[in-house]
């Protein structure tokens, strides 16, 4: 599988980290950046990597700043992307199983290495549950 990932300079080590396990695990990572942990503007890398989703170029993408916050918000300004900030293991299953989510928000200062890798194996090997859920789903780009 081909997963994407961007980062701003408070998601770089974590994402740095990420990036390797999955390697390793199997995955081809395309990283939208950043490349170092000097200070740099969020939407600069994360509005590519959504972009990209959004038209289809890729199924899953994992984003990160420091907080998770703004990575999300900046990714969630795009129809198809449903991007999820995840602090637990049990967040994760949930954005997958309710909510369909394609991107996972990391909150790089804010949980450990060992808990963002937790965090990612349940985000990239949980199943949407559909039925109801589908139905929500589908109401999300329903604006009124
Ligand atoms: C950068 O200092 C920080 O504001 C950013 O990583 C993120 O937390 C924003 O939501």
């Not at 995955?27 to 942990?37: L, M, P």
Request: proline fraction near 3%; charge should be neutral; glycine fraction near 10%.
């Amino acid at each position: 599988m081909i997963l994407t990932m961007a980062s701003d300079h408070g998601g770089f080590a974590m994402k740095t980290f990420l990036k390797e396990k999955l390697e390793r695990s199997g995955y081809t990572v395309f990283d939208f950046g950043t490349n170092s942990d000097e200070s740099v503007d969020y939407p600069d890398m994360i509005h590519p990597l959504a972009s990209a989703i959004n038209k289809g170029e890729f199924k899953r993408g994992i984003i990160l700043c420091g907080s998770g916050n703004g990575a999300q918000m900046t990714a969630n300004k795009y129809p198809n992307v449903r991007a999820g900030l995840c602090w637990d293991v049990l967040q994760a299953e949930l954005i997958r199983r309710h909510n369909d989510a394609n991107v996972l928000s990391l909150p790089g200062r804010f949980i450990s290495m060992e808990e963002a890798w937790k965090i990612t194996e349940i985000f990239l090997n949980t199943s949407f549950d559909g039925g109801r859920h589908l139905t929500r789903v589908n109401k999300i780009n329903r604006l009124i």
